[in-house]
């Protein structure tokens, strides 16, 4: 079938500029950082990641407005396992961008519905609900598995492997998404927030994004725990930065990134040394890589499929970290550690790694979260126990809630 696609400036429809979660509501899809990004409702169309291209080859399009994602997007994941993805293309689709005004992309048909989309929400209002949590992974399971690839790595079989555990959070109520949405603005709101086909999170990780024919990637490796306290923050940080283990935790990941982009660009640039991101319970070592893509330009879901699973969440060397995971972890990580963004016709895009997530069922009444950490020599299964609990706190914090 083939649609037509018409977009126009926000304000053809309405005088006040909503906002991007209230957009996405509970049922729509949402890719936002730092108020840029979209959010999109009722599905026209579900296809395979493969088929995204030629989906918008055979569409047409209407654009008075000439912007990255202004020619119609697809909201997608890309699981861990690298095997499927799926895409949703929304009938209407408001996008945000820091330099120019909000425009709106709809499907010929669905006119009519344009100002709905956009009339100002009420906050949305929950019912108390009760909560129960327990764990996926049995922790004395996740210790025995860091232990294992510790000593993998002791042994020279791989440089660097991540396990991860989950738990189920289950709810007497249904989880209202758009409620958590806002709960992660508030906390999280430089971070990658996204809801798409049930995967909801926060991830502060920049998988890849492609402008024209410009890249760039921010990996994170190497964590740290955040107390609120600034002066206790500030010297946890400095231990981060001097912490030769967490150094060479995220040494692996970048010099991945690079080799895997280096070949599609005509140059590749990278932080001498790496900053420390801050997020709300915990810190991370970060370094930015920009590049200019050399002819032909990939499209964007080409470098995330290269790139995933990042060491970050996979390991390296990346078969031999993926069968001790696989042998050693004890469950299905399904999309958690893959990716999740959104793309264009032109093949712009932007894609975090689905990490800060919680995978919602399909009655919204239990939700998996997910947390690992990078293991190396150096590792202590108690310590990296302790790093999962910091880490599902962000998602913890927004949807357990009295």
């Known amino acids: 079938m083939m649609y037509r696609f018409t977009t126009r400036p926000l304000s053809d429809f309405v005088d006040e500029v909503p906002d991007l ?34 989906f918008f080859a ?15 997007v697809a909201f997608g994941w890309y699981p861990f396992g690298g095997v499927g993805g799926e895409a949703i293309i929304p009938a209407i689709c408001v996008g945000k961008h820091s330099s120019m005004p909000p425009w709106v ?28 949590i327990r764990p996926g992974v049995e922790v004395a ?16 079989e791989i440089t660097k492997a991540v396990i991860a555990r989950d738990i189920l959070v289950e709810s007497s109520q249904p989880i209202a998404v758009n409620a958590l949405l806002r709960r992660l603005k508030a906390s999280f709101g430089s971070s990658y927030r996204y809801s798409i086909d049930g995967l909801v999170g926060a991830s502060p990780e920049l998988l890849v994004a492609r402008q024209g024919d410009v890249v760039t990637s921010h990996p994170l490796a190497g964590t ?13 940080a400095q231990q981060l930065r001097a912490s030769a283990k967490n150094q060479i935790e995220h040494r692996v990941v970048i010099d991945m990134v690079h080799d895997t982009l280096l070949p599609w660009c005509s140059y590749l640039d990278w932080q001498p040394e790496p900053d420390v991101v801050a997020v709300a319970n915990v810190q991370h070592l970060g370094t930015l890589i920009e590049g200019r893509l050399s002819q032909p330009i990939p499209h964007v879901l080409r470098l995330v499929e290269a790139l995933s699973p990042t060491p970050a969440l996979g390991g390296f060397p990346r078969d031999a970290a993926l069968r001790l995971i696989a042998q050693h972890e004890g469950m299905q990580r399904g999309r958690y550690g893959g990716a999740v963004g959104w793309c264009d016709r032109d093949g712009n895009g932007t894609w975090a790694v689905a990490i800060r997530c919680a995978e919602l069922s399909s009655d919204r009444r239990t939700a998996r979260l ?22 599902f706190q962000a998602m913890l914090s927004a949807l357990v809630r009295p």
């Open 105 to 132: 992309t709809y499907v010929e048909g669905n006119e009519s519905q344009v100002a709905a989309a956009l009339a100002p929400r009420h906050a949305p209002t929950t019912e108390a609900g009760s909560f129960t």
């Open 224 to 236: 740290a725990p955040r107390t609120g306290n600034p002066t206790t923050d500030d010297q946890l």
């Open 370 to 391: 997910f947390a690992g950490g990078g293991i190396v020599a150096d590792s202590e299964p108690l310590a990296e126990l302790a790093e999962t609990q910091a880490k």
């Open 58 to 72: 055979q569409s047409t399009i209407d654009d008075r407005v000439d912007a990255s994602g202004s020619r119609g």
């Open 21 to 54: 979660n209230d957009v996405a509501g509970d049922d729509g899809v949402l890719f936002v950082r730092d108020g840029t990004g979209f959010a999109g409702v009722e599905s026209v169309a579900r296809v395979s990641l493969s088929e995204c291209a030629d």
């Open 141 to 156: 399971q996740y210790l025995a598995a860091v232990a294992a690839v510790r000593d993998a790595v002791r042994d020279g």
